[in-house]
């Protein structure tokens, strides 16, 4: 008696799932590279407005006389940045939640196929018991047919 070849019912679920898992992988990196250039782009935000707080008092500290134009080119410039700095953080924070998402949708996934490959595993071992089992079967009956011959 010879055994059919083991054939798991779930593998093109299975295979779909990996699939799916791949593409999570791929679209929570996207998220996590995005989020790192958001942070880069602040942290320049920061810098040039650190660099240009720190020209102005420059300015201000060399007992120069300073013009109300100057002040108030300063001071536009410095509100622009520090506008420009919060729409960035705003953008991060919702680069953030999106990478949050992104990870949550990745770990379901990851679940799900980590049960179909324990199903697997479980039906594989199953029918390599029942392999087995059939295998001490055809032994015994060997054996027993070589007795009776031999008696």
Do not use: P
């Not at 799916?20 to 935000?45: G, H, N």
């Not at 060399?62 to 300063?74: H, L, N, V």
């Not at 770990?107 to 039906?123: A, C, F, G, N, P």
């Amino acid at each position: 008696m010879i055994m059919k070849k083991f054939k798991f019912q779930l593998e093109t679920l299975l295979k779909v799932t990996k699939r799916k898992k791949d593409e999570a992988e791929l679209k929570f990196a996207e998220a996590s590279r995005y989020l790192e250039e958001c942070r880069a782009k602040l942290q320049v935000l920061l810098r040039e407005l650190q660099e240009s707080q720190e020209e102005f008092a420059e300015l201000t500290s060399e007992g120069k006389t300073i013009t109300i134009g100057k002040i108030m080119i300063y001071n536009n410039f410095f509100n622009w940045k520090r506008q420009q700095i919060e729409q960035q953080q705003q953008v991060i924070l919702k680069a953030t939640q999106d990478k949050q998402q992104k990870l949550k949708i990745l770990m379901k996934i990851m679940t799900y196929l980590k049960s179909i490959e324990q199903i697997k595993e479980k039906r594989l071992r199953e029918y390599n018991e029942e392999l087995l089992f059939e295998e001490q079967k055809m032994l015994d009956e060997i054996g027993l047919q070589l007795h009776i011959r031999n008696n």
